[in-house]
Structures are given as C-alpha cells and as structure tokens.
C-alpha cells in the first residue's frame, strides 16, 4: 500500500515539474501564431480562366496565396476563353483570366465587364513531329507555315472550343485563304490546351499552343516546337470582373480583390520567375505596368 502512494505521490510531482517548466518557458521558446485574415460576408469566388493557366500550374501557386491573404476561397473553373466569357456574361463566374483580345474588346463594349486589366502574356507556338514531313521547322512566318501545312494535308489538331488559341488558329486559315470544314486531314478535339496536345502528339500530328502548356507538358509528349517568334504569336492576358449589374450573383467585392491581386507588385513578381527553375525560362512574363502598345500588339 505505502508504495503504491509513493509511487503516485512520484508521479504527480513528475508531472508539476513538467507542467512548471512549461509555464516558465522564456519568450524565444513560444510558438508565433498566424494572423488571421478576417472572413468576407461572400466569401467565395467563381473565377473562369483559359486552360493554360491551370495546365502550365501558375493559379495552383497564385490561388492559394490570394486566399490566404484575403480570406476569400477560389473556385476556378478552366475552360477556353470563349466560354469563359459566356460564363461571365450568364453571371455564372464573377471574374476572367482570358487570352482573347478581340472577343475582350466586344465583351467590354457589350456592358458584360468591368476594369479589364492587362496582366500577363506569353507566346504561341506551332508543334509538330520531329520529323516534321510538312517541312515547316524554322519559318518565321506563321502564316506560311499554316499554308505549308493546308498544301501538305498533314493532321492538324485543333482545339475546336472557341478558346483564344483556336479563335487565333481559325484566323490563320482565313488570312490563308485555306477552308478547313470537312477536311480530313484536319481534326478537331474540342478538348484543352493539354489535352489537345497529347492527341496531337499521339497522332503525329501538328498544332498549335501556348508555350507555357507546351512546356509544362513536354515531357510526355512526342512533339516539338517548329515554329516560334513570329510577332502574330504574341500571347495576352487579361483579368475582366464581372459586371455585377447583369446578375446579383456576381460577388463584385471578391472579383475586385482578385483582380487587384493579380496586378500586385508582388504577384507580377512571382509571375516573372514562375517556371524559371523547372524549365530554364519563365512561362509567362508580368505586365501589369504596361499597355499592350508596349507588347506590340495592334
């Protein structure tokens, strides 16, 4: 029995020492706590985007920075640039990252947006086998090239979603004086940017990408790059809130917030380096400080 209580009598004064030791713990042995981001009253946004946004892995950094320091939740939903548009005009996304400038123009004039945002471009590019048996490796011309390929009647995979790489592909039939509809050498997936380059690489067949999917896609496809530079390939991108007067769905306040984001000093600056040490170069350069005269574009 005695050594039973001594034995309890040890244990509880084992356990004062530690519970003492805690409780006199010097200030550089305490745990910081995070601060907290106070809770928007509509705390989540719907943000249609291109896919080459979530394909090359940009927004899986940029959208959880932006919620942590916001507190607003994220859902993005990629899909071509024309839907994504169709989407913002219907009030079923509250905010746009697109690549379409032509349709942006329309889109704006039309009443649908508010505060259209220069915030980013890349490049277009045209892929194919490395064999390249339409002979286009090299040209400067993408336009040529785009010929080169009608006369060749090699597979040509298009996207077929009316996103901003397709909306620029049919423009380089047309310029070319080339009708594609019922051609079976050219095909269309109506698929994304990722997907679209993998039935391409699959098929043998060529196409036309974004760089940043490109590259962050390589890897496991049978493509190379066989025509790049020419200024028509420039790619821009543009972050449009949705007007909230076409529907009371729209969350006006966390569109704002996410549009400020990505025009951020900070955020440009993570954009400038995104890509830089897994493929050697970045896949999309800032451009918030710039007009898109500065790019070039007409």
């Known amino acids: 029995m005695r050594k039973t209580f001594y034995s ?11 519970i003492t ?9 305490s745990v910081p706590s995070t601060p907290t981001v106070p809770k928007p009253a509509n705390p989540e946004i719907i943000m249609a985007s291109t896919t080459s946004t979530g394909d090359s892995g940009l927004m899986d950094v940029l959208i959880p920075l932006f919620q942590q320091k916001t507190g607003y939740i994220v859902k993005p939903i990629y899909v071509g640039s024309g839907a994504a548009m169709a989407m913002g005009e219907r009030g079923e996304a509250d905010v746009l990252l697109v690549h379409v400038p032509d349709s942006e123009v329309k889109f704006m004039q039309a009443g649908h947006g508010l505060n259209r945002k220069l915030v980013m471009h890349n490049d277009f590019v045209i892929v194919g086998p490395a064999a390249d048996s339409a002979g286009i490796k090299g040209m400067t011309s993408a336009l040529d090239a785009i010929k080169k390929i009608a006369a060749s009647k090699v597979i040509f995979i298009s996207r077929g979603d009316n996103s901003g790489t397709n909306q620029l592909e049919l423009k380089f039939w047309k310029a070319a004086g080339v009708n594609v509809t019922g051609q079976s050498w050219y095909q269309s997936s109506g698929q994304g940017m990722g997907a679209t380059l993998n039935i391409a690489s699959e098929k043998g067949a060529y196409t036309i990408t974004d760089r940043a999917t490109y590259l962050a896609t390589q890897k496991t496809l049978s493509l190379s790059i066989l025509v790049e530079g020419d200024p028509v390939l420039l790619n821009i991108y543009h972050v449009i809130q949705a007007n909230p007067q076409k529907s009371d769905k729209i969350n006006a306040d966390g569109a704002r917030a996410f549009a400020d984001f990505m025009v951020d000093p900070a955020t440009q600056e ?21 007009t898109e005269a500065d790019l070039g574009s007409k």
């Open 270 to 290: 993570i954009i400038r380096t995104f890509g830089v040490d897994k493929y050697g170069q970045p896949l999309f350069f800032p451009d918030a400080d710039k």
């Open 8 to 18: 309890l009598f040890s244990l509880l004064a084992l356990l004062s020492l530690v």
């Open 21 to 29: 030791g805690f409780g006199c713990a010097g200030p550089q042995e």
